[in-house]
């Protein structure tokens, strides 16, 4: 189950059941199910917390993935903060929107292997980004009347 939460701040303007969908779709393109997801959407100070207290990291982020996957299925904890996807967006002149989606995908991606520190992984990830962005346009798409 993919659930959304927050802490200290309001809602993301995200339409839920889509973004539950296109996880469910970008994860069986890796051959993975999904488990138990937690969104939890929170400002700089509660990820700065966070980064601190469970990464010994003394830096805001715009995303910090737990992952509890076991085998095929992905599960885990991922604290977005939308002030640094604010900020990111603004500093790279793209829609918050656009950006906060990059974000909330990113998460899933480490989930199902992709990583994005060693040596040319920032490129896969940042490519597999914009393959599941596309998949979001075309579901879209798909799904007018």
């Keep these: 189950m993919i659930t959304y939460q927050t802490i200290d701040i309001r809602m993301p303007a995200i339409a839920r059941r889509e973004v539950t969908r296109w996880v469910r779709a970008v994860a ?40 509890y996957t076991e085998a095929n299925r992905i599960g885990g904890d991922l604290f977005i903060s939308v002030d640094t996807v604010r900020t990111n967006a603004e500093g790279l ?14 998460g899933i991606l480490h989930l199902c292997g992709i990583n994005d520190k060693g040596p040319g992984e920032r490129q896969v990830m940042e490519a597999a980004e914009d393959r599941a962005l596309a998949l979001l346009a075309d579901m879209r798409r798909t799904e007018q009347p």
């Design 28 to 67: 069986a393109t890796y051959g993975k199910t999904v488990g138990d997801v937690a969104y939890i959407f929170c400002d700089d100070e509660k990820i700065l917390e966070v980064n601190r207290q469970y990464l010994q990291h003394d830096y805001y982020t715009d995303i910090i993935t737990f992952d």
């Design 93 to 106: 002149g793209k829609d918050y929107s656009d950006e906060l989606h990059r974000v909330i995908i990113h």
